[in-house]
């Protein structure tokens, strides 16, 4: 992996505009001629049936077949996926990149799979390990047990993100026993508990977002090697410390988003000229801006706070592509941006403020988002002026994720509320293809026609006001993946002929009870069943009226399809041919989720 990931955004297009802060580790070749001692090979072998590797075909080109008592197949030829040795004697395997990346599933199909807990003291057997990249793969371990990576005394690299491990962090990655640890990548887990302060004076990454991890920054008295610190979504908090702008001179991210960071900002923080990312919205921050010029920035992101005074001068920051900020209540024009801006994230600190005039938006601007504190129908100057930006593809009115690393995008509910029907100018947007319109007030009968042509890959509706039946008549959605329309007041059957034209991987209409009657088979052939052409994955329907599901359904029940029926009322004697036995559910749906943002598959009939 690389040592600071990637800036990745929703749009595509916005998603390549920023570079690698941190080079890429580089992996020395594979020593072709040499073999792994027989010791490293055993040691090897026990880890691949402890990982179930020998349950997933992407892996049958791992070969452990004995003659005489010796291994006859080399790993270190290239050959063996995810496994990269060392080009120098005596031979080692150095990395071993298992990550869901590999294929288009995880490492385990579409199972989760338990792991055991010891799973570091079974890497001491691969003396030369440097990189442990399990990244993605639904893994945790028996409920009560603690998972302990610790063991590897040459790990520099250990990539443990997106899966489903509970228990403490400072336990599960124990830096006395982990010596050689720079890069660690933990987010998306259920890991807690306080986060020990070496763990930032022996990293160089720490990426652990979307954990219970808590505690704050520590005080810092002599020079480390941070290169990027991100705990977004966690419940660390806590001032920043001065120090750390003093002693980390190499830091080039530093992330502390949506936890419960307060206080006012160092005046240090100006110092620092390596720093390109810098986000801390949506905390508990107050006083005056302090940041200086910071020329190097590409990523600002302040809003969501409470700071006073004059916003900084963001024309003097030449190479920023990403800007958030909220406006004050005696401010209602934008300040001057800079013109290499690609994405925009507007609040305002008033409680019904009103949308900002000016005329100077950048015109290559790829998103807009409008954060929170906004409030009655969009007016016309505004939508008017988005016709002056042709790469406009990202237009949010609620809390939107640039960097989320998902599809669907995690959308948080957000202090505006917009009223009114939806504005023609909106489905005149030809470059536009992803649209929050969630959380607000808007008005309206079925889907908003005005979108009906719009080139939309990703639409939130949920949680407004629309009434009237869900008609997709007429519309020419051939790209939309994600249609969330819950929580509003719709009326009438399920159309599931129609969303079956749609190559849709994400599907919701939950809450919205007065949607009732039968979920034909119509809609079957879209799921993604392993065969065949089918894409929808996450189909929620909880809190409708169902009245019949039919048979096809509960195929897709003992599959893959996360499939939410909550709070139904299934009337299963009016269904013709119901299976004489319940199906019996994937163990992916039974497994702790590490993405609490999609709900788990639990069929509930009444």
């Known amino acids: 992996p690389t040592a600071v990931s990637?800036?990745?955004?929703?749009?595509?297009?916005?998603?390549?505009?920023?570079?690698?802060?941190?080079?890429?580790?580089?992996?020395?070749?594979?020593?072709?001629?040499?073999?792994?001692s027989t010791s490293e090979m055993t040691a090897l072998k026990v880890l691949y049936y402890a990982l179930a590797m020998h349950t997933n075909t992407i892996y049958s080109t791992w070969d452990f077949t004995m003659s005489g008592g010796s291994y006859t197949n080399n790993?270190?030829?290239?050959?063996?996926?995810?496994?990269?040795?060392?080009?120098?004697?005596?031979?080692?395997?150095?990395?071993?990149?298992?990550?869901?990346?590999?294929?288009?599933?995880?490492?385990?199909?579409?199972?989760?799979?338990?792991?055991?807990?010891?799973?570091?003291?079974?890497?001491?057997?691969?003396?030369?390990?440097?990189?442990?990249?399990?990244?993605?793969?639904?893994?945790?371990?028996?409920?009560?047990?603690?998972?302990?990576?610790?063991?590897?005394?040459?790990?520099?690299?250990l990539d443990i993100s997106d899966n489903s491990f509970s228990g403490s962090l400072s336990s599960a990655v124990n830096l006395t026993n982990l010596s050689s640890l720079k890069n660690l990548y933990a987010g998306k887990n259920w890991l807690g508990g306080q986060v020990n302060s070496n763990f930032f004076t022996q990293l160089e990454v720490l990426s652990i977002p979307h954990c219970h991890?808590?505690?704050?920054?520590?005080?810092?008295?002599?020079n480390v090697g941070l290169l990027s610190v991100d705990v977004t979504e966690t419940f660390m908090g806590g001032m920043i410390p001065g120090s750390l702008f003093t002693y980390a001179t190499a830091l080039k991210e530093l992330t502390l988003?949506?936890?419960?960071?307060?206080g006012t900002l160092p005046v240090q923080v100006s110092n620092l000229s390596?720093?390109?990312?810098?986000?801390?919205?949506?905390?508990?921050?107050?006083g005056p801006y302090t940041i200086g010029s910071m020329s190097q920035l590409q990523v600002l992101q302040l809003g969501g706070n409470s700071f006073s005074g004059t916003l900084p001068d963001f024309t003097g920051f030449s190479n920023l592509y990403?800007?958030?900020?909220?406006?004050?209540?005696?401010?209602?024009?934008?300040?001057?941006?800079?013109?290499?801006l690609l994405m925009l994230k507007v609040g305002t600190t008033q409680s019904a403020g009103t949308i900002p005039t000016n005329s100077s938006v950048p015109t290559n601007l790829e998103g807009l988002v409008l954060t929170g504190g906004f409030k009655g129908s969009l007016p016309s100057y505004f939508m008017n002026s988005l016709s002056n930006l042709p790469q406009l593809s990202l237009f949010a009115l609620s809390g939107y994720d640039i960097f989320a690393d998902e599809n669907p995008t995690f959308i948080s509910k957000s202090p505006n509320v917009f009223t009114g029907t939806v504005p023609s100018q909106l489905g005149q947007l030809t470059s536009l293809s992803v649209i929050s319109l969630a959380y607000n007030q808007f008005t309206g009968t079925g889907i908003p026609s005005v979108l009906k042509t719009a080139p939309i890959t990703e639409l939130y509706l949920q949680s407004n006001n629309?009434?009237?039946?869900?008609?997709?008549?007429?519309?020419?959605?051939?790209?939309?993946?994600?249609?969330?329309?819950?929580?509003?007041?719709?009326?009438?059957?399920?159309p599931a002929a129609s969303w079956s034209t749609l190559n849709l991987s994400y599907l919701s209409i939950d809450?919205?009870?007065?949607?009732?009657?039968?979920?034909?088979?119509?809609?079957?052939?879209?799921?993604?069943?392993?065969?065949?052409?089918?894409?929808?994955?996450?189909?929620n329907l909880m809190g409708m009226n169902i009245t019949c599901l039919s048979e096809c359904w509960y195929s897709h029940m003992s599959f893959s399809l996360v499939f939410s029926l909550e709070t139904n009322v299934v009337n299963f004697a009016a269904c013709s041919a119901v299976p004489s036995t319940p199906p019996t559910m994937a163990p992916s749906a039974m497994a702790p989720s590490a993405a609490p943002t999609i709900p788990a598959s639990n069929i509930t009939a009444s």
Not at 521 to 526: A, E, F, Y
């Open 6 to 36: 990637t800036v990745s955004m929703a749009p595509t297009a916005i998603a390549t505009m920023t570079p690698t802060v941190v080079p890429t580790i580089s992996m020395a070749p594979t020593a072709a001629g040499s073999k792994l």
């Open 75 to 157: 790993p270190c030829t290239g050959q063996w996926t995810g496994l990269t040795c060392s080009s120098t004697t005596p031979v080692h395997v150095t990395s071993l990149c298992l990550n869901s990346s590999l294929s288009n599933t995880t490492m385990y199909g579409t199972e989760a799979v338990s792991v055991p807990s010891n799973i570091g003291s079974l890497l001491t057997g691969l003396t030369g390990l440097v990189t442990l990249d399990i990244s993605g793969n639904k893994m945790y371990v028996p409920m009560g047990t603690q998972i302990d990576f610790s063991g590897s005394s040459t790990l520099q690299t």
């Open 213 to 222: 991890v808590s505690g704050s920054l520590p005080t810092f008295t002599s």
């Open 257 to 262: 988003s949506r936890s419960q960071f307060s």
């Open 274 to 286: 390596s720093l390109i990312s810098f986000s801390i919205d949506e905390n508990n921050f107050f």
């Open 322 to 340: 990403v800007l958030g900020f909220d406006l004050s209540s005696a401010q209602s024009v934008l300040p001057s941006l800079p013109s290499n």
């Open 466 to 494: 629309f009434t009237g039946a869900l008609d997709m008549s007429g519309f020419t959605w051939s790209s939309v993946n994600s249609l969330f329309l819950g929580d509003n007041m719709f009326t009438g059957p399920i």
């Open 511 to 539: 809450g919205t009870t007065g949607v009732e009657g039968p979920l034909d088979s119509s809609l079957c052939s879209s799921v993604n069943s392993g065969t065949g052409t089918g894409t929808l994955t996450n189909l």
